[in-house]
């Protein structure tokens, strides 16, 4: 057997290793499912009258078109804090220790954990715009081809996410310092243009929230549903998930080829 197909095959077993996990032991994803659900129907029902002023809207509804984007990239970062979670779980009860032992593909382990999360993301995703749907979110004017860079943005940005996760949990000592550890990857959408145009935040933060990682990936989801102006966005949002993701990858395997825990 090759080595690609070997890699393959032990991948598969790992990623269905971590799908029976996920199964089995679903309080984790519901309850990092249920911060961006809440953060929805919070800013859409107690702030969303309030706050579409700010947007230049009459109303609710141009609030709702306004916030899922952001809400939806938020899932992605909630969602993926089950990786560094379960990963660091795996190090701490010393499994990846006898996972060294056996005759399987290194890399397998993390691709595992990696591809399984991208798949939760992408299901919370799918259930967090549903949401969306059933409070009155429409994007009638994208087209098909929008709706797929939608698709792909938001899969690119969960695998990006996803690595930077995995090492966080791969250097992190128990469950609860990875679970915290990962914690700005929910924090950093709130200070993005997820909720508000960056234009009223303050002239001395506005380069910040401008620039993050999360804000060029909102407003470039925000175009392709709505229509809005992409401009510089778009490059943006791929620069950043591809240096993250790479980011993640090498730090991830580097903390995997050291001694475990």
Known sequence: MSSFSLAVRDSSTMLRRNLLHAR?????????????????????????????????GGDRSDYIAYVVPGILLMTVGSTVIGAAV?????????????????????SSVLIGHVIGSVLQSIASVVLVGAVAVAIGFRSTDATVLEWLGAFGLVALYA????????????VSPNAE??????????????ISSAF?????????????????????????????L????????????????????????RWST?????DPK
């Open 159 to 170: 695998l990006a996410l996803t690595w930077i996760a995995v090492g966080m949990g791969m």
């Open 254 to 258: 580097a903390s995997f080829k050291r």
């Open 24 to 56: 089995r032991y679903p309080s984790l994803t519901l309850n990092l499912l249920m911060t961006p659900v809440m953060l929805l129907l919070l800013f859409v029902y107690i702030f969303g009258g309030a706050m579409s002023g700010g947007i230049g």
């Open 86 to 106: 379960s990963v660091s779980t795996d190090m701490s009860e010393g499994i990846i220790a006898r996972f060294r032992t056996m005759a399987i593909h290194r």
């Open 226 to 249: 709505l229509g809005t102006e992409i401009g510089h966005n778009g490059w943006l949002a791929v620069a950043w998930s591809i240096g993250l993701a790479a980011l993640g990858y």
């Open 177 to 190: 310092a990875a679970s915290n550890s990962a914690m700005p990857l929910i924090l950093l959408p709130l």
């Open 196 to 224: 508000t145009p960056i234009d009223s935040m303050p002239g001395w933060f506005q380069p910040i929230a401008e620039y993050q990682p999360f804000t060029p990936a909102i407003e470039t989801l925000r175009g392709l």
